[in-house]
């Protein structure tokens, strides 16, 4: 098959970490490498946001990025992207009538308008993953949001105008219900982990004595990293280390005055970003990784985790309900008095941190490794293009 991916703002060559780069330009890449290992030709369709940026680029054999010009060539806040979608859609437009995919996968919400637009007259099938869902982010975040007031209706919109919605968990299944999106039209294929870069053996970074607690993602609130430092005050002897965002991040220089107001200076330490063939071995110096967002459309930092056999403690939303249930320990987010007791149980019972990271390690290689990712998307694939629509039903990930 010819496959198009859009990804409007998270492109698989970002570096991670910042706030607009994470666990989409983290799937995206890695769900084209494993559908072009299938024998696919598959394009990724991305804004241009560099001057230098070529036109296009081969990241893998079968996986060519292309810079869309939409707007100005420069990094924007993904919330400032909407009025250059029209001239994203456009560009789409004139490249698919001149060469149409098979079919076209959209990812986050204003991929889909864009994409929409574009296969509109061409016949071409589309396919919807969210990433992220407007009324979640709304309920959960309140007055903070940034999100333009016109995300939750065109979401809305677009779940029902696509040919199929791939959804990464159960608990946006139910999103998607509430939202009108008829049940037919979706199924759910979680995201992928590399299980040859996260594994259970391999080097570990180097540590002292202190029983370690890892948190790593982008610094944003609603990752409730703050939570975990609060958490550490009764937590005798642990250190946290945290890693992501840059040191003249917003949410960094707030850390940093929670660990100072606490006490904390010398038990917390703010690493930055972290490359991606360093973080494995990060994972594997750590005792426990705690992940407790306020909302986590699907979650991947857990499952790469549970891969390299760390125990996880997780917040109990969204896709930690799929993953972290059964092999981890939820808990309810931005509640520091809960996750201390977690953390002291964990930390002081080796035999219980040992099951519960055999178990993460297990359940990893069993469901979300990126070839049985690959394989479930492509059958989504292949039902749109033979027309088999009333055949979906929504199916367990």
Same mark, same amino acid.
């Given at each position: 098959?010819?496959?198009?991916?859009?990804?409007?703002?998270?492109?698989?060559?970002?570096?991670?970490?910042?706030?607009?780069?994470?666990?989409?330009?983290?799937?995206?890449?890695?769900? $084209?490498?494993?559908? $072009?290992?299938?024998?696919?030709?598959?394009?990724?369709?991305?804004? +241009?946001?560099?001057?230098?940026?070529?036109? /296009?680029?081969?990241?893998?054999?079968?996986?060519?990025?292309?810079? #869309?010009?939409?707007?100005?060539?420069?990094?924007?806040?993904?919330?400032?992207?909407?009025?250059?979608?029209?001239? *994203?859609?456009?560009?789409?437009?004139?490249?698919?009538?001149?060469?149409?995919?098979?079919?076209?996968? $959209?990812?986050?919400?204003?991929?889909?308008?864009?994409?929409?637009?574009?296969?509109?007259?061409?016949?071409?099938?589309?396919?919807?993953? *969210?990433?992220?869902?407007?009324?979640?982010?709304? +309920?959960?975040?309140?007055?903070?949001?940034? /999100?333009?007031?016109?995300?939750?209706?065109?979401?809305?919109?677009?779940? +029902?105008?696509?040919?199929?919605? #791939?959804?990464?968990?159960?608990?946006?299944?139910?999103?998607?219900? $509430?939202?009108?999106?008829?049940?037919?039209?979706?199924?759910?294929?979680?995201?992928?982990?590399?299980?040859?870069?996260?594994?259970?053996?391999?080097?570990?970074?180097?540590?002292?004595?202190?029983?370690?607690?890892? /948190?790593?993602? +982008?610094?944003?609130?609603?990752?409730?990293?703050?939570?975990?430092?609060?958490?550490?005050?009764?937590?005798?002897?642990?250190?946290?280390?945290?890693?992501?965002?840059?040191?003249?991040?917003?949410? /960094?220089?707030?850390?940093?005055?929670?660990?100072?107001?606490?006490?904390?200076?010398?038990?917390?330490?703010?690493?930055?970003?972290?490359?991606?063939?360093?973080?494995?071995?990060?994972?594997?110096?750590?005792?426990?990784?705690?992940?407790?967002?306020?909302?986590?459309?699907?979650?991947?930092?857990?499952?790469?985790?549970?891969?390299?056999?760390?125990?996880?403690?997780?917040?109990?939303?969204?896709?930690?309900?799929?993953?972290?249930?059964?092999?981890?320990?939820?808990?309810?987010?931005?509640?520091?008095?809960?996750?201390?007791?977690?953390?002291?149980?964990?930390?002081?019972?080796?035999?219980?941190?040992?099951?519960?990271?055999?178990?993460?390690?297990?359940?990893?290689?069993?469901?979300?490794?990126?070839?049985?990712?690959?394989?479930?998307?492509?059958?989504?694939?292949?039902?749109?293009?033979?027309?088999?629509?009333?055949?979906?039903? #929504?199916?367990?990930?």
């Amino acid at each position: 098959m010819r496959i198009a991916l859009v990804s409007e703002h998270a492109s698989p060559l970002t570096t991670l970490g910042g706030v607009d780069a994470g666990g989409q330009n983290v799937h995206v890449a890695g769900l $084209a490498v494993a559908l $072009a290992g299938r024998g696919h030709e598959v394009v990724v369709h991305t804004r +241009r946001s560099g001057r230098d940026q070529p036109d /296009s680029v081969v990241i893998a054999p079968g996986v060519t990025v292309e810079h #869309v010009p939409a707007g100005p060539p420069e990094p924007l806040p993904k919330d400032e992207l909407p009025p250059h979608m029209p001239a *994203f859609a456009a560009h789409l437009t004139r490249r698919w009538a001149a060469d149409p995919p098979d079919v076209a996968h $959209a990812h986050f919400w204003m991929s889909g308008l864009s994409t929409l637009a574009a296969a509109r007259d061409l016949g071409i099938p589309v396919v919807q993953t *969210f990433h992220a869902l407007g009324t979640v982010k709304r +309920r959960r975040q309140g007055a903070a949001d940034t /999100s333009p007031p016109e995300r939750i209706a065109i979401e809305a919109d677009i779940g +029902r105008r696509v040919h199929a919605v #791939v959804a990464t968990c159960s608990d946006e299944v139910r999103e998607l219900r $509430a939202m009108g999106v008829p049940d037919g039209k979706v199924s759910i294929v979680p995201c992928g982990v590399d299980l040859d870069h996260f594994r259970p053996d391999g080097p570990a970074a180097p540590r002292g004595g202190r029983p370690r607690v890892l /948190s790593l993602g +982008r610094l944003v609130p609603r990752k409730g990293v703050d939570t975990v430092v609060r958490a550490l005050c009764q937590v005798p002897d642990a250190e946290l280390v945290i890693a992501g965002g840059a040191p003249d991040d917003e949410e /960094s220089g707030r850390l940093r005055e929670l660990v100072v107001g606490y006490g904390l200076t010398g038990r917390v330490r703010l690493i930055g970003g972290v490359g991606r063939a360093e973080v494995p071995a990060l994972m594997r110096s750590a005792d426990v990784l705690v992940s407790v967002p306020w909302y986590e459309p699907f979650g991947m930092v857990p499952v790469e985790a549970m891969a390299c056999g760390l125990p996880v403690i997780a917040s109990a939303v969204g896709g930690h309900l799929d993953t972290v249930t059964g092999c981890g320990v939820l808990v309810s987010p931005r509640r520091p008095r809960a996750l201390t007791r977690v953390l002291n149980d964990l930390l002081a019972r080796p035999d219980l941190r040992e099951t519960i990271g055999t178990a993460g390690a297990r359940r990893a290689r069993a469901r979300y490794g990126w070839p049985r990712v690959a394989l479930r998307t492509e059958s989504v694939y292949r039902t749109l293009i033979s027309g088999r629509l009333d055949r979906f039903a #929504v199916a367990e990930g």
